[in-house]
């Protein structure tokens, strides 16, 4: 039912026997009663030449084996110590409890989060769960740190209220767990990403405490452990020799401090972990279920206020080949490694764009995404996610590359659109998954729009040949579905868009990014004097626009109540938010469309939760990203409800700044996607860069979204890029008067636009034209603030 089908004739046809033969098969073996599913399934959506995205079949095959695989394995190993989700998802007492009935799926839907750590410029990451389970690679094993004191076992994942997490100096991408184990110990562990001597990996610093007056004695452990955040990590081999542990044939962990006793065990002995485990010797065995591990314990005794440090070391390198030897590196040489590694960080902190926010968790949590937000950053590509999402998108690439931008980090973006061209078919599509058709607007409009805002524009006259390809394959896509009138003339075909919109349908999102995408390209054939070129895209927009206008007033004929709906064949629902992309970022429309009020108090009114977005389609939970859309379009729409929006979002930012895909509203917790998303905290930082710095079509606006009491108390930007220039903007409060000083600094290529600022006052906001580039007024003298 969801094979990918060749486009055009050959697909159609394709479909048609393959529905036949399928129809045949039920009839011909008495399961004709599922006749009427199948003719469903294959109608739910409008017809289209790709029924389901190939590229996301193997992970949807990998969800559903590790479903099942979850189900027996859990059920059939209660004596287990599972990870965190589980423990509660299986709790009948806990409010994150899922009945299994008769799902053969179990997945974690209530506490998927976890905190992604890496080497800046490498595609391997860690990922740290909320109880500092490490998980070294997607759908691999983990460690888990356990406490063996007064005869009591200390096992996080049933421990979780006595555990909390930060971020190093709270906003270094270090991740610091601590374990209140017992009023007697101080105990902590750090996790960072480091390279040392050439190898990449996590560096496990367990930093320990006696608070008391008495000499303390307890045991530490470590465990390697068959599962990850989301799923089964299969250890089907292990074995420790000498200092190192190795899984599945590759170097797992390394023992820098030597441990006072190790052991291995699987399903048929039981728990490592548990006292009542039988443990094998040697140190090794195998396992064809995978349901096995193995524990290093460290026996230690303190003295009133004293201190001890257990290092260990989990190389990243997980894939590597077989003929490169690991070469362990000298606890020294680690320690050195980490404290390079956090002082770089530190530096990176000073770069780009800076924002003064009078908000103290805000502030924080910008300056956290700022130094988390490179573990998306691949080299290559950008990816929304280090776990199912490890891969490339040019939506979400998209969205990424703007939070770049918006940090003032635009040197990260340059490699990305580089290799652009590597992913575009020879007919012109911009193809990261096939379907899914809103991809070539993306890659024109993070192309260009890297150069509109300082970048080179040497770039885009090198990638001109690709990008032109990707604009024609636009026109001449669009162009297959206007052969007779219909309410998607003009329009691209049905297609599966981005996920949360539901099933293949004519999609206003797409439309919006084609058209913009061929906007943008219409600048740079000016930029770079291609005048045959530029008046094509002029007259291939202009017909794009009035289609797709046409089609809009057709649904707000058909709705009749103002608001667009997402597609020419679907009623206004929470998939509509789509549509706010044509106010921010794409800035295709203003706020004084007519549907764009009527749609935003529809999913403020209707789709809303706790303060965010919730959608109802597919992700089902909270949506943080999509809470940023909305937020936006209130930005454009100067509507203050923006700052509850973005409130909302810090109170719902895990210890350690990170955002899950969607949240369960009842437990708090991630509950689909990728525990820690991308494309949620590029658009955090986006959303708030909106409020200080934002483009309209004929200016640049300064403090369009900034509250009465952030200019009370002093705020502002630093180094913003813009289409109009580098920006800087600042207010404060002396001797009474509020003073507002600006600096605008352009590039010879980007363009000239006036200043303006724009000022809260009862009732909503006021604009004040700013006459030069830059300068400072007194707003008291200006008329000044109510």
């Not at 997980?318 to 490169?324: E, K, L, N, Q, Y």
């Not at 290559?380 to 590359?401: Q, S, V």
């Not at 669009?478 to 293949?504: D, V």
């Not at 207010?731 to 590039?747: D, K, P």
């Amino acid at each position: 039912m969801h094979l990918p089908l060749p486009a055009g004739i050959c697909g159609r046809y394709l479909e048609r026997m393959l529905d036949s033969l399928l129809r045949s098969a039920l009839r011909w073996t008495g399961k004709e009663h599922l006749v009427p599913f199948v003719e469903s399934l294959m109608h739910l959506g409008r017809p289209a030449t790709v029924l389901f995205p190939r590229e996301l079949l193997e992970q949807g095959a990998a969800i559903a084996l590790s479903g099942i695989s979850n189900t027996m394995a859990i059920q059939s190993n209660p004596d287990w110590i599972w990870p965190l989700w589980v423990e509660r998802q299986t709790d009948p007492d806990a409010e994150e409890f899922v009945p299994t009935g008769l799902n053969l799926f179990t997945t974690n839907v209530t506490r998927r989060n976890w905190t992604s750590i890496g080497v800046d410029g490498s595609r391997l990451e860690a990922m740290i769960d909320p109880v500092g389970m490490t998980t070294l690679h997607p759908y691999g094993w983990s460690l888990l740190p356990f406490l063996r004191l007064d005869g009591r076992l200390f096992l996080p994942p049933r421990e979780s209220g006595k555990i909390s997490q930060s971020l190093v100096d709270d906003v270094l991408p270090a991740v610091l767990t601590r374990y209140h184990a017992d009023d007697r110990l101080s105990w902590s562990l750090e996790a960072t990403a480091l390279e040392c001597d050439g190898e990449e990996g996590i560096l496990l610093l367990h930093r320990l405490a006696n608070l008391s007056e008495r000499r303390l004695e307890f045991c530490l452990g470590m465990a390697l452990r068959p599962y990850n955040p989301l799923m089964l990590g299969h250890i089907n081999r292990l074995r420790l020799k000498g200092d190192l542990w190795r899984v599945n044939g590759r170097p797992g962990l390394l023992l820098v401090d030597p441990p006072s006793r190790s052991h291995v065990s699987d399903r048929h002995k039981g728990d490592p972990m548990l006292a009542s485990a039988q443990g094998t010797a040697p140190l090794s065995l195998r396992s064809k279920s995978g349901v096995a591990g193995g524990t290093s314990e460290w026996f230690v005794s303190l003295a009133p206020a004293q201190e001890r440090t257990v290092a260990l070391f989990a190389p990243l390198r997980h894939t590597a080949s077989r003929s490169v030897k690991f070469r362990p590196p000298r606890v020294s040489r680690l320690l050195e490694a980490r404290a390079q590694t956090l002082e770089g960080w530190r530096a990176e902190a000073e770069e780009g764009t800076h924002f003064d926010i009078p908000d103290p968790e805000l502030s924080r949590l910008l300056a956290a995404v700022r130094l988390r937000l490179p573990a998306f950053d691949d080299g290559e590509i950008l990816t929304p996610g280090t776990f199912l999402y490890h891969g490339f998108w040019f939506r979400d690439g998209a969205f990424l590359a703007a939070g770049f931008e918006n940090l003032g980090l635009r040197h990260r973006i340059v490699d990305k659109i580089r290799h652009f061209p590597d992913r575009q078919r020879r007919d012109g599509f911009f193809q990261s998954q096939d379907g899914e058709w809103d991809s070539n607007g993306q890659a024109l409009w993070t192309a260009v729009q890297h150069v509109r805002r300082g970048g080179s524009p040497e770039l885009l006259e090198k990638a001109w040949n690709s990008l032109w390809k990707g604009a024609h394959w636009i026109e001449s896509f669009r162009a297959t579905t206007t052969k007779s009138p219909s309410a998607h003339f003009g329009l691209l075909p049905a297609g599966f868009s981005a996920e949360h919109f539901g099933p293949n349908d004519h999609y206003y999102w797409d439309n919006f990014w084609s058209l913009a995408g061929l906007r943008e390209l219409g600048w740079t054939a000016r930029l770079l004097g291609k005048r045959r070129e530029e008046e094509q895209l002029e007259t291939w927009g202009n017909g794009y626009r009035a289609d797709l206008h046409a089609s809009i007033l057709q649904s707000l004929e058909r709705m009749g109540d103002g608001t667009l709906p997402p597609s020419p064949y679907r009623r206004s629902d929470a998939a509509s938010v789509g549509n706010l992309a044509c106010l921010s970022p794409l800035r295709l429309c203003d706020g004084s469309i007519p549907w764009a009020r009527p749609t935003v108090e529809l999913l403020w009114e209707r789709h809303r939760r706790d303060g965010l977005f919730f959608q109802s389609i597919v992700h089902t939970g909270l949506n943080p990203y999509l809470s940023a859309q909305l937020a936006r379009a209130l930005l454009v729409l100067e509507d203050s409800r923006w700052l509850d929006v973005v409130r909302s979002l810090a109170s719902r930012a895990t210890p350690t700044g990170c955002w899950p895909e969607a949240i369960h509203p009842r437990t708090g917790g991630g509950c689909m996607g990728d525990g820690d998303h991308g494309w949620s905290a590029a658009e955090f930082v986006s959303l708030l860069r909106e409020a200080f710095v934002r483009e309209e079509e004929d200016r640049l606006v300064l403090l369009g979204g900034v509250p009465e009491a952030w200019l009370e108390a002093g705020c502002g930007v630093r180094e913003a890029t813009s289409e109009a220039g580098t920006v800087s903007v600042s207010c404060r409060r002396e001797a009474g008067r509020l003073q507002v000083s600006w600096e605008c600094r352009r590039a010879s290529h980007q363009d000239e636009r006036p200043l303006e600022l724009s000022l809260p006052e009862a009732g909503g906001r006021r604009r004040v034209r700013l006459p030069s580039a830059s300068g400072s007024i007194d707003l008291k003298e200006q008329g000044g603030t109510p």
